[in-house]
C-alpha cells in the first residue's frame, strides 16, 4: 500500500516542485498554492460527474468507437472538462490575488491546480490497477497534465499582463487560448491512445516531441519572467 501511494504521489510533487524552483524572483505564498492544489483535488469529483454525462450523451448520438465517437469523447467529453475546471480554479484564486505580479507566477498556479488533479486521479488508478500502470503513468499522464498546465499558465500569465498594461482588446483572446490550447493538446493525446493501435506510434511521437519542447522552453519563461505592471 505505501509503495502504490508513493508511485502515485511522488511524480507529481516531483513536477510541481521542478517548476516551483524555476520561480526565482519571488516565490509564491504556500497558503495560496496548498489552495490551488487542493482545488485540483477537489475537481476530480465534477470531472467524474461531468464526464460520465458527457459519455452518456456521446452514446446516444455517435456510434460508440468510431472516429467520430472517439474525436466527441476525447476533446470534449474528457479534454474540455477536466481542463475546464482547471482553469476554473486556477482563475477563481488567483485572477484577482496580490501575490500574481510576474508572469511566470500563471505557470506555477497552473501547474499546482493540474498536479492537484493528476495526484489524486493517479491515485485511483494506481490503486485499483497497480504498480505497473503507476510507474507507465508517471511518465505519461503525470508529465501530461504538467504538460497542458504550462500552457495554460503561459497563456494565463500573457492575459493578466495585458489586462495590467492595459491592452484590454488582447486579453480575452489569451484567456481562450489558456483554455482550449491544453483542451486541444489533451483531446489529442486521449485520442492517440483510443483510436487504434496505428496511433499508438503517433502518441509516442507527439509526447515525445511536446514534453521535449515544453520543458525545455520552462527555464526560459522563467529566465524571461516580468512584472505585471
Not at 483554455?179 to 493501435?197: E, Q, R, S
Request: hydrophobic content about 50%.
Amino acid at each position: 500500500m505505501g509503495l502504490l501511494l508513493a508511485v502515485a504521489i511522488l511524480p507529481g510533487l516531483y513536477l510541481l516542485r521542478m517548476v516551483y524552483n524555476l520561480d526565482k524572483i519571488e516565490k509564491e505564498p504556500l497558503d495560496l498554492l496548498r489552495k490551488l492544489f487542493f482545488g485540483g483535488v477537489i475537481a476530480l469529483f465534477p470531472v467524474i460527474i461531468c464526464e460520465n454525462l458527457a459519455g452518456s450523451i456521446t452514446n446516444l448520438l455517435f456510434t460508440p468507437k468510431t472516429t467520430l465517437y472517439n474525436v466527441v469523447e476525447f476533446f470534449l467529453g474528457v479534454a474540455l472538462v477536466e481542463e475546464g475546471f482547471k482553469y476554473y480554479f486556477l482563475k477563481k484564486y488567483t485572477w484577482n490575488h496580490p501575490a500574481f505580479d510576474y508572469r511566470f507566477d500563471a505557470v506555477v498556479y497552473a501547474v499546482c491546480v493540474s498536479m492537484g488533479f493528476a495526484v489524486i486521479e493517479n491515485i485511483f488508478y494506481v490503486m485499483e490497477h497497480g504498480l505497473e500502470v503507476g510507474i507507465m503513468r508517471a511518465f505519461t499522464s503525470i508529465p501530461g497534465h504538467g504538460m497542458f498546465a504550462i500552457y495554460m499558465g503561459l497563456y494565463y500569465g500573457l492575459a493578466k499582463l495585458y489586462a495590467k498594461r492595459g491592452y484590454l482588446n488582447r486579453v480575452q483572446g489569451e484567456l481562450r487560448k489558456a483554455l482550449w490550447v491544453p483542451v486541444l493538446l489533451h483531446g489529442f493525446y486521449d485520442f492517440c491512445l483510443a483510436d487504434g493501435a496505428e496511433m499508438v506510434g503517433v502518441f509516442f511521437v507527439f509526447i515525445s516531441i511536446m514534453y521535449y519542447r515544453t520543458y525545455s522552453s520552462l527555464k526560459q519563461f522563467a529566465r524571461e519572467d516580468e512584472r505585471l505592471v
